[in-house]
Nanobody, 130 residues
Framework: QVQLVESGGGSVQAGGSLRLSCVAS???????????MAWFRQAPGKEREVVAS????????YYVDSVKGRFTASQDNAKDTLFLQMSDLKPEDIAVYYC????????????????????WGQGTQVTVSS
């Protein structure tokens, strides 16, 4: 019942920047309508990994070590759009990036695993040339 639409992917040179957007549509309560929102990525031949996740209960954001200091996840005021500002991009960031959301409340740890998410976007390709 929830649709996620991603945009902003593309090709950049190493050291460049991109801003990804993910718009969630549907009748979502802005205060309690979602529990986790996250960006995941999957590089060719590798498993999907979480890049950044937002836990609504504590209004906290988690980043994987490899992107700390370079990537920033944020939301708009209505909390129906998720952004990922990516700076100082590296070839190791090449992947298909997905946004995802979990609507059901639970323990904070559920936000760290992709298997716990309810809805996924179609993915957007990020390519970095060296």
């Amino acid at each position: 019942q929830v649709q996620l639409v991603e945009s902003g992917g593309g090709s950049v040179q190493a050291g460049g920047s991109l801003r990804l957007s993910c718009v969630a549509s549907g009748n979502i309560d802005s205060s309690y309508g979602w529990y986790c929102m996250a960006w995941f990525r999957q590089a060719p031949g590798k498993e999907r990994e979480v890049v950044a996740s937002i836990y609504r209960g504590g209004d906290t954001t988690y980043y994987v070590d490899s992107v700390k200091g370079r990537f920033t996840a944020s939301q708009d005021n209505a909390k129906d759009t998720l952004f990922l500002q990516m700076s100082d991009l590296k070839p190791e960031d090449i992947a298909v990036y997905y946004c995802a959301t979990r609507l059901r409340w639970g323990l904070p740890s559920v936000c760290s695993s992709g298997s716990n998410y309810d809805y996924w976007g179609q993915g957007t390709q990020v390519t970095v040339s060296s």
